[in-house]
């Protein structure tokens, strides 16, 4: 008996004596670097009707392609340097030819338009301290836009954004830019103010 559990012990040793056989690696994602903290900037441009705190590592820059002859006079894009995002802000007055419902269904649609490639979609609403309603749209998935959001005071101004990237949607491979642009959103709804 000894001397096969001697042998068996000789064979397992040889047998795992080989060279070892590389492979090559899978394709992987590559690597978004988030700034270590938040930090932000009072957007209160003269003459717009509104003003919020914005990420300091952006940039807020007038809409070139939707502003053509002064309509959307109020729509502004915010490049973000380091993650290469962009937010779209687009404002809108509420009057009898653009009712609230109506802005509302607009953004809600366009929100939901999502919903092919959308594994979930989150709402999460609340009011902040100068009296704006907020709602922030997350959109689970692999959809062009995974965080959206509106903002109104239900009498005279509505504020529909989202947030895009330059590259092709990939849920996973985003997910530390858009996590990181969740706070900066939500910390933008809470500085809002109507003037």
């Not at 559990?5 to 690696?25: I, Q, T, W």
């Not at 490639?117 to 902040?128: E, F, P, S």
Request: hydrophobic letters at 35%.
């Amino acid at each position: 008996m000894r001397k096969l559990l001697g042998v068996l012990v000789v064979l397992l040793c040889v047998a795992s004596c080989r060279p070892p056989v590389y492979y090559p690696k899978p394709s992987g994602y590559f690597r978004i670097d988030t700034p270590t903290r938040h930090e932000y900037l009072l957007f209160d441009r003269p003459g717009f009707p509104y003003s919020f705190e914005y990420p300091a590592n952006s940039t807020i820059m007038d809409d070139t392609v939707f502003n053509k002859e002064g309509f959307n006079k109020y729509w502004v894009n915010m490049y973000i340097k380091d993650l290469g995002g962009i937010i779209n802000i687009t404002y809108k007055e509420i009057t009898k030819e653009q009712p609230l419902y109506k802005l509302v269904d607009d953004s809600w649609g366009l929100s939901y338009f999502h919903h092919e490639k959308a594994d979930y979609i989150d709402q999460k609403a609340t009011t902040n301290e100068n009296g704006v309603q907020c709602m922030i749209f997350t959109i689970g998935g692999n959809a062009a836009s995974r965080h959206q959001f509106a903002a109104t005071d239900s009498v005279k101004h509505f504020i529909r954004g989202a947030l895009y990237f330059d590259v092709s949607p990939n849920a996973d491979s985003l997910r530390p830019a858009t996590d990181f642009l969740l706070q900066d959103i939500e910390h933008m709804m809470l500085t809002l103010k109507w003037k």
